[in-house]
């Protein structure tokens, strides 16, 4: 049984007990941009229930033209007015540089990506750069309620940066 | 008290019941590519436990650059070999098309956006296309264990596009 197989027997369990269809804009009117990293279940760690919110995700929680584009898409068309960012401590975009990873694949692949690897070097920082992002982009239109965190994996806890 | 400040009382008791660290690998050598609406609860529909699997979400759960960067990321420096994707019915994504969107977007802000929205007629058809523009990758270096679904957002079920 593969793993993908396993976890369609558990679909099996969620779909008997669905309790049954909720609307497709966001009640709570929220947009969370968070970082891959399998340790964050965005929904249990702020409490969200189905419908409340998009969850937009990446490696790294990096605001990138395709998060600017999914904000867009969610403020736009679907009514959300709230973000809310989330980095997390012992991330793995900060083991590693943009340049290193670009020269491996290109050692390895032959291909040097056109994209950036999106590194950083503290989490701190790139939620601050990510807020930045936002505010200087020209297509998400409400810009009052961004807010970003750190999550601390050890604890479960949100700290808010400032 | 804002949205925001509700769900960080949320993750107050998050953190107080807090089982402890996990490891950074994603413990299923799994990454799910996602839509970003705000129905799908991903851990829920799969049975994921925290540390299983690197969860990847955007507008639509398109394979677009950034899921490439991402799916690099997750396979090269983390160990996952799998990849699942879920697109969903009743999706936002099939309620507008490109060109009426970013002209829409230029009549309001004056600025064409440079990105694709990434519009599509038909779920299933756009999960075929999101395992073709993984295969067609020279960076993503698994690719033996690709499987795509649409989630029936009615009754929760995972059904899988062949």
């Known amino acids: ?76 068309l679907l009514g959300t007015t709230d973000i809310l960012l989330i980095h997390h401590t012992d991330c793995g975009m900060v083991t590693f540089t943009d340049d290193g990873f670009k020269q491996q694949v290109e050692e390895d692949t032959g291909i040097r990506p056109a994209w950036s690897p999106e590194a950083f070097r503290d989490e701190e920082g790139d939620v601050r750069q990510s807020v930045r992002r936002i505010r200087a982009s020209p297509f998400v239109p409400h810009k009052r309620d961004i807010r970003g965190f750190v999550l601390d994996v050890k604890r479960g806890r949100l700290n808010e940066v400032k």
Chains 1, 2 share one sequence.
């Open 1 to 76: 049984m593969s793993v993908t197989d396993e976890y369609l027997a558990n679909n099996d369990a969620y779909a008997a007990a669905f309790a049954g269809p909720l609307a497709l804009p966001p009640a709570r009117r929220l947009a969370v941009v968070a970082c891959m990293d399998a340790r964050i279940d965005v929904y249990r760690v702020l409490g969200l229930r189905e419908g409340d919110a998009h969850v937009i995700r990446n490696a790294g929680g990096v605001v990138t033209d395709d998060v600017i584009r999914s904000l867009t898409i969610s403020q736009r």
